[in-house]
């Protein structure tokens, strides 16, 4: 079975009463922990998209809290976790500054985590690659945002 494309979902859910559309997120959020999440989001939290921000640098804060440090196989795993979580947070948001703050954010706390991610290639060549898409986040933006995260991110590098 061939799924619809979006344009032909949004004109069918355009044609739906408002109770129906209701029935349908909620039968959506049910089955799937993301799609809950990004409901949660778009609803409650986009309002407040800073402080949506720092609830999530708070989350990968704890999260590299509990990396095991001692093996390096381990703290791979757990840092992917982490960008993982962070990948899914930068979606829901839907911004370039946001995506470029957490992803910068999230290349300053490894790199201020003790953990020698230049020993590992995999880790060395994942922080490389999270600075340059921030990099090209950056890019994409305004000139006055561009010039205060080209500074935090000059100084990871």
Do not use: W
């Amino acid at each position: 079975m061939k799924a619809a494309s979006v344009n032909e979902l949004k004109e069918e859910l355009k044609q739906l009463p408002a109770g129906k559309l209701v029935e349908l997120c909620l039968r959506l959020a049910k089955y799937k922990k993301e799609n809950k999440e990004l409901l949660n989001y778009l609803l409650l939290e986009s309002g407040n998209e800073q402080g949506y921000i720092s609830e999530v640098k708070n989350e990968i804060a704890e999260e590299f809290g509990t990396v095991n440090s001692s093996n390096l196989y381990f703290a791979k795993k757990t840092i992917r976790k982490i960008l993982r979580i962070a990948n899914k947070h930068i979606r829901y948001i839907g911004t370039k500054q946001a995506e470029a703050e957490l992803l910068i954010y999230f290349c300053a706390v490894l790199k201020n985590s003790g953990i020698p991610y230049e020993k590992s290639t995999a880790l060395n060549n994942l922080f490389l690659a999270q600075i340059k898409k921030a990099s090209k986040a950056i890019d994409t933006m305004h000139e006055d945002l561009q010039y205060d995260l080209k500074k935090e991110l000059n100084k990871l590098i």
